[in-house]
């Protein structure tokens, strides 16, 4: 019984190819998927050594903008999640050959492959800033910056596929345990300093990594969001006042040292970062790009992946930034 059980097992076991499978987000939906049964290959550049002990997984080392190392990449492969993307570069052409043309010919290859379902993990810096909470998946794409334009680009080249069954995702600002981009903002509060913008305060939505983990499942399962795009937000409306006092409460603060930093001092600190990824050829922590994201307003409707699929968020920022002190508490 147990030889048959096995033998079942493996027949019906699906296998998914998960680009930039090393990262952050990367290694929550692989150790997720794996509990759901899949069996999952890691393509990207690096593997993350956290990984290895992980059973019905296996990593292939190659290059996304390399039609060899996709094809290989694609044997015996059913289904496509797509995350692979290169989010800070001082060239625009950086941003267009991996994220747009690397894009391009995964789902071309996918598509000979008779791939099941591709799922691309977009960015709703593809649409660019939104102030109207009404904006949704048809409103008029604005990127504001060369990465939000390499994934519209993407999202154009996809559509192109005729024979695919892909399903695109527009995620806001993915955090929780594991996200070290949030670090130096918690070392700030840890140390008592309030980083606050001088004006207008930017709003903006989110999504805990567990709720985009099950959103991105949902997404794999589905027969209700064949070629189709959707923003994947949490569907609270906050800003960096909301996010401060949760902040406090989570580190525990009874005063904090406010500091206004100017719109054009953030301005200059991403022309700064720029310079020094030219010169020192290294990747800083803000650039240009990133400045425009972060001084934008991103509070898109997410209403309809829910109405499509009956998906519920259950993490709120409150809770979800909690946990994600807790860890840097933890981790450090």
């Known amino acids: 019984i147990e030889i048959r059980y096995?033998?079942?097992?493996?027949?019906?076991?699906?296998?998914?190819?998960l680009t930039g499978g090393?990262?952050?987000?990367?290694?929550?939906?692989?150790?997720?998927?794996?509990?759901?049964?899949y069996f999952v290959r890691v393509f990207d550049v690096k593997e993350n050594s956290a990984n290895k002990n992980i059973k019905n997984y296996e990593y292939f080392e190659g290059d996304i903008t390399s039609d060899i190392s996709?094809?290989?990449?694609?044997?015996?492969?059913?289904?496509?999640?797509?995350?692979?993307?290169?989010?800070?570069?001082?060239?625009?052409?950086?941003?267009?050959?991996i994220n747009s043309e690397g894009t391009n010919k995964l789902a071309r290859a996918?598509?000979?492959?008779?791939?099941?379902?591709?799922?691309?993990?977009?960015?709703?810096?593809a649409a660019g800033p939104s102030k109207d909470n009404k904006n949704n998946e048809t409103s008029e794409c604005k990127p504001a910056n060369y990465y939000g334009q390499s994934k519209l680009k993407a999202e154009e080249y996809l559509k192109e596929t005729?024979?695919?069954?892909?399903?695109?995702?527009?995620?806001?600002?993915?955090?929780?345990?594991?996200?070290?981009?949030t670090i130096p903002l918690f070392k700030l509060m840890d140390a008592n300093i309030d980083i606050n913008f001088l004006g207008h305060s930017p709003k903006f939505k989110m999504v805990y990594i567990?709720?985009?983990?099950?959103?991105?499942?949902?997404?794999?399962?589905?027969?209700?969001?064949?070629?189709?795009?959707?923003?994947i937000a949490h569907p609270e409306i906050i800003d960096d006042v909301k996010i401060s006092k949760v902040l406090?409460?989570?580190?525990?603060?009874?005063?904090?040292f406010p500091i206004f930093v100017p719109k054009f001092l953030i301005k200059f600190l991403g022309c700064m970062g720029n310079l020094s990824s030219k010169t020192l050829k290294i990747n800083p922590f803000i650039n240009s790009d990133k400045v425009k994201d972060l001084l934008g307003d991103w509070v898109y409707s997410s209403k309809s992946f829910i109405n499509d699929t009956d998906f519920q968020y259950k993490i709120g920022y409150k809770v979800g930034m909690k946990r994600t002190v807790r860890w840097y508490k933890e981790d450090r």
């Open 22 to 37: 090393s990262d952050f987000i990367g290694s929550h939906i692989l150790r997720s998927l794996v509990k759901e049964g």
């Open 70 to 97: 996709i094809n290989h990449a694609l044997e015996n492969i059913d289904i496509v999640l797509h995350l692979a993307a290169i989010v800070s570069s001082s060239s625009s052409k950086t941003y267009f050959r």
């Open 248 to 256: 406090k409460l989570a580190f525990e603060k009874r005063f904090m």
């Open 162 to 181: 005729s024979n695919l069954d892909y399903v695109i995702l527009r995620p806001s600002a993915v955090y929780g345990p594991g996200a070290y981009d």
């Open 110 to 125: 996918s598509e000979a492959h008779n791939i099941e379902r591709f799922v691309f993990i977009s960015s709703m810096s």
């Open 6 to 17: 096995l033998i079942l097992t493996f027949k019906i076991m699906k296998r998914i190819l």
């Open 210 to 231: 567990d709720d985009f983990v099950r959103a991105v499942i949902t997404a794999i399962k589905s027969d209700n969001v064949s070629k189709k795009t959707y923003f």
